[in-house]
């Protein structure tokens, strides 16, 4: 795995909406249309955001391929397979509600995968270079109201449903404009990416998914979680929050009429979104960062939350042990730290201590596969990996060159941990 840390550029949250860049493989439906490429939150400069989206650009100028529409209906710029204006009909009649109509500009060009730096360190770009390969992609921008698309050699289906998920992202930002206290609204005030990501993204899944089975004959969300469990890395990175944003919603309502209501309760962390029902807050837990002033730290510690755990770990450990060891998740911190290269402390706190111990256990096996265990922790590639158990219930991930993971020390006891290292 490729283990070094990449810099992203990160975007304002609300733009979520925007930012599908979906990538569905030929021939087989892949678990992405819509599937963004997520940006790491750790960045210094910049708070827990959501991947570049479609802006406003001379690309997206009305062409002499235009193809006509009656009134209402919507335009279409290139050439589309599908009947952009019968699957819009349908999308809105789901939702139960009018709207105006998008754009539809078609182009041979999509925004770029990345993986954030974080996510990198720990394997999860593995894959991203191969990921465009045949991809059908495509986006809402929420400043132009159009939907881009790059169908390449996609079926009718496969454009069919990247249509309908991208133009639910249209009613989304309508919605949004008109009533803040909508799903949109009520997402984007969650503290993490990872839930952000996962109601924005699951519900227009969702909606998907009623298209999908209404018109086409197949569910898009088993579809999805089908690429979840057997993708790279990467397509499991780019693919969890539609995946398991998608379940949640299919197993709350009873038909997309119900999800813009302003009275859909929404879950606040990824633990609450794979455990329907669960209400437990995050559990205690108090960052403090004493490392040297010439080292460069965040403002924040953004958290990543179960089902990251759970996508990390299912990389090379099975399906089973990465859901059994992720479970018991309480909450969790990063701290990145820049110096001569950047570096990372991951401090997770777990409901009991035999949670704490059980992710111990899987993380030294989630190494053990790529890496070479020492007597100090692990060595992937010209990385360092060590484990540190700072009381019965809060493990530390502490990982970076060996510089940085030898001068950092992390301690703490009951979920106040600090974050300490020698200059």
Known sequence: MNRHAAATLLTAVLLVIAGCSAPTANPTPNTGPGTASPTDPSSPTATPTEPPTATATSTDAPTPTATPTPAGGVTVYGDLSVNATLVWEHVV????????????????TSLPAQAGSFATQLGLDEGLERFDEGRIRASYSRQTGR??????????????????????????????????????????????FGIRRALVEGSAVYVEDAYTRQFLGFSAIERRCAEYRNGTAYERYAGQAYCFGGQYFSSQLDSPSELLSSNVTLPNTTEQLLHPGTSDPPANLTVVDETPADWSTPASYPRRGELFVRTVLGTELPEDRAIEAAAGWGNDRVVRVSRDTEGYVWVLRWDTADDAAEFENAFAEYLDAPGNRTADGWRVDDDRYRLTTVDDRTIAVVTGNETFVDSVSVTGEGGNVTVAGES
């Open 93 to 108: 009649a789901s939702l139960d509600g009018e709207y105006e109509t998008p754009i539809v500009s078609v182009r041979d």
């Open 147 to 192: 939907v881009r698309i790059s169908p390449r050699n996609g079926s009718t289906a496969q454009v069919t449903r990247i249509l309908a998920h991208e133009y639910v992202h249209a009613v989304q930002s309508q919605r949004y404009r008109s009533n803040r206290s909508s799903l949109v609204g009520q997402a984007t005030e969650r503290e993490s």
